[in-house]
């Protein structure tokens, strides 16, 4: 039930075409649905993140699309550049009671130029 | 940059042995979170401080342990280590108890030969 599943685990996409990674969770405590994006040799940094009362967020070229009643959640980066190129993590947590902060397990994005 | 340092960088050890991981929040920060990351676990977090308490508490090991310092600063005690205990190690730090956003620092590698 604290799993977060990410898919897929790597990805190539090329210069100007569109990124979507998904994930998916079982819990329905989590509240707050963010992304992460790591360098090589640097800790994640927050890129994007979404509460359940609204069904996507848009940021620039990433959008997050939620769907609430199939415990799903995807981000998709536009116009996708090399610059993009890093590992995402999406992450599930339950900012109540007893706290929780769930990670999936990545995607390496590759974006060609 | 983030804000949280962490020390050392790098860290290579032998079996059996205790390493002592450092952390500085970003100022004015008060949670202080310790993730582990390995190729094939993706991020697990391990524990959460606040104000100098222990707030929450994940996947760690009772050979791991960790304390946060009345300067906010947090160490995470590696003992007996095997070699499944090489991994990054990341602090984060967010500004109240269940702050959303997570500030990661740059990690520690540790390497148990």
């Known amino acids: 039930q604290q799993q977060v599943k990410q898919s897929p685990q790597s990805l190539i996409v090329q210069k100007g075409g569109i990124s979507i990674i998904n994930c998916a969770y079982e819990?329905?405590?989590?509240?707050?649905f963010p992304w992460y994006q790591q360098f090589p040799g640097k800790g994640p940094a927050l890129l994007i993140a979404?509460?359940?009362?609204?069904s996507e967020k848009k940021e620039g070229r990433f959008t997050i699309s939620f769907n609430k009643s199939a415990k799903q959640f995807s981000l998709h980066i536009m116009d996708s550049q090399p610059g993009d190129s890093a590992t995402y993590f999406c992450?599930?947590?339950?900012?109540?009671?007893?706290?929780?902060?769930?990670f999936g397990t990545g995607t390496r994005l590759k974006v060609l130029a | 940059d983030s804000g949280v340092t962490q020390t050392p960088k790098h860290l290579i050890t032998a079996t059996g042995q205790r390493v002592t991981l450092r952390c500085s929040p970003r100022?004015?920060?008060?949670?202080v979170y310790w993730y582990q990351q390995s190729l094939d676990q993706g991020l697990q977090f391990l524990i959460q401080?606040?104000?100098?308490?222990?707030?929450a508490k994940g996947n760690i090991l009772e050979r791991f342990s960790a304390q946060q310092f009345p300067d906010l600063h947090s160490e995470l005690n590696l003992s007996s280590l095997e070699l499944g205990d090489s991994a990054l190690y990341f602090c984060?730090?967010?500004?109240?108890?269940?702050?959303?956003?997570?500030?990661f620092g740059p990690g520690t590698r540790l390497l148990v030969l």
């Open positions: 984060a730090s967010s500004v109240g108890e269940w702050q959303e956003t997570q500030y």
């Open positions: 979404i509460r359940p009362d609204v």
């Open positions: 100022s004015g920060d008060l949670s």
């Open positions: 992450a599930a947590a339950s900012t109540s009671g007893t706290y929780k902060y769930i």
């Open positions: 819990n329905t405590a989590f509240d707050y």
């Open positions: 401080y606040y104000n100098g308490e222990e707030r």
